[in-house]
């Protein structure tokens, strides 16, 4: 079994709210990623419903075939809404509206009572509960000790360092991802990874032992502007294939 791709395809939502218009369509989006070799699809609903939104998330429930991931806060409202459809996953993300994307993992010690409620909701009506977490050992304890299912370890601060003259940065932060799924597969989590991944970078996270899954949007999408969103997806997915451990 090589590495989980899940593709999040809010940015197909981003242009298509930009002038109004039905097209391009997620959903169209979502097939098309899945015929290209995807293993899941990811949406993210947020309060401002930015780009995904409700009906989006009822029509991806309804049609896709691989995995459906739903990114979310641990809000009231999303509970429902993640009750109501039912997603395969629920990645419970931070939230902040001034943020351009998700920055930053959740605070899980901060939200306890919010994501104690959402798991609880999960494990009732058989949704896995993902946390997208900072790689530091007190968050993945607090993820086993919640009941979560899942760890989505945040790469963003690993691919800041990505580039020419940040090695020692990026082996820093390479290191904290390794030592964060070690634990987390200790504890019996499975462990995904994402945020910023491209299909330059993305090797070294899947070469670590443990990580199962990555989610990743805004390369492959930026990708598909030039290349097709099919060829884009099986860019990333030979990316990855050479890379991935078996482990
Ligand atoms: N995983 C999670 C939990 C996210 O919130 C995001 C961004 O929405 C991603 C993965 C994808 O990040 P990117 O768009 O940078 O690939």
Redesign the pocket.
């Known amino acids: 079994m090589s590495v989980r791709l899940h593709i999040?395809i809010?940015?197909v939502a981003t242009v298509r709210n930009a002038r109004g218009t039905k097209y391009p369509d997620p959903l169209y989006a979502a097939h098309v990623c899945e015929a290209a070799g995807a293993d899941g699809i990811?949406a993210?609903l947020r309060e401002d419903r930015r780009h995904i939104r409700d009906d989006d998330v009822e029509r991806l429930r309804a049609s896709i075939t691989s995995h459906f991931n739903l990114?979310c806060a641990a809000t009231d409202e999303m509970r429902a809404i993640a009750e109501r459809v039912v997603p395969d996953t629920v990645?419970l993300?931070p939230e902040r509206r001034q943020e351009r994307?998700?920055e930053g993992g959740l605070d899980v010690a901060g939200q306890r009572q919010a994501v104690e409620t959402f798991i609880a909701m999960c494990k009732r009506v058989g949704i896995r509960a993902s946390l997208?977490i900072a790689p530091d050992d007190v968050s993945v304890q607090l993820s086993h000790a919640l009941g979560a299912d899942q760890i989505?370890l945040?790469t963003?601060e690993y691919c800041h360092a990505f580039e020419p003259g940040k090695a020692a940065q990026r082996d820093k932060e390479l290191a904290r991802l390794v030592r964060a799924t070690e634990l987390a597969r200790s504890l019996g989590l499975e462990v995904a990874a994402?945020?910023?991944?491209t299909r330059h970078n993305v090797g070294p996270v899947v070469a670590i032992p443990g990580v199962a899954e990555v989610?990743?949007?805004?390369?492959?999408i930026a990708d598909a502007v030039f290349l097709g969103l099919s060829e884009a997806v099986q860019k990333l997915r030979a990316a990855i294939e050479r890379h991935a451990s078996r482990a």
Do not use: A, K, P, R
């Open positions: 999040n809010d940015h990811t993210h990114e990645t993300v994307t998700t997208f989505e945040h963003g994402g945020h910023g991944l989610n990743i949007g805004h390369s492959v």
